[in-house]
């Protein structure tokens, strides 16, 4: 459930309900299965997936927070810099633009990166013969 | 070994075709960029959470001077048929799955039904890509 709703604004409380626990005993039993509370599990999550939306988008920091389910971009860039050490705009600026990782095919390349702009008279159909 | 690793839907418009795969088919996003350098190109990738090796990708229809315009006209006629591309999934509960993304505002052009190969049902995106869901059948699979 975790792994699949992280973007929604799921609680500990959400999650005990859907186990049909109480919240203590809920994250009590998390804990002693997974090592970690229901808590720190969901942030991590949601964490990883804003450190590959930093690395594989051009989105800016605000909206990647908002988008892996987290409601303060103040508390979103303090969890983040303690997780990975650095802020999240230095974390995306340590990586290449994203546009270096896409995998844009070169056929793709090819026809998009044609001349926008195009100035053959045969074109607009006045060539003169 | 060859493996898939990305497929290509077309879409109308890659924000409403955003919208609809990640907050109603319930997958996330990919890759989102766009390169001024290429008439600003789009890359735009989706995909389930649980299968990270495998993206779709959903292109804005190129027009000219891309590909010319009597092309791209065909790409939006091919589509508006339902006949632009097919794409299969598979889900544990063929049932389960209908309800949870019927009531999540996918409109389903079939329903649930039993099949040799097992119980499916399919619907459309936003821009008329018509996908079948199947729960395979144990002998289809054997």
Redesign the interface.
Known sequence: MV??CY?QPLTVDDLARAAGLSRAHFSREFRRVFGESPHAYLLTRRLE?AAA?LR????PVVEICF?VGLRSVGSFTTSFTRAYGVTPTAYRASFPP??H????PSC??R??????H?TFREDDGTSRS | MVKISFAGVWVHDQDEALAFYTEKLGWELRADVTLPELGGYRWLTVGPPDQPDVSLLLNAIPEPPVIDAATSDQIRSLMAKGWAGNVLLTTDDAQASYEELTARGIEFTESPEERPYGIDCAFRDPSGNQFRLTQVSEAAVA
């Open positions: 792994d699949a973007a997936r939306l594989a988008t051009d989105r988008a994203a546009s990782y896409a995998l844009i793709v390349l026809a998009h990166g044609r001349p926008q195009r």
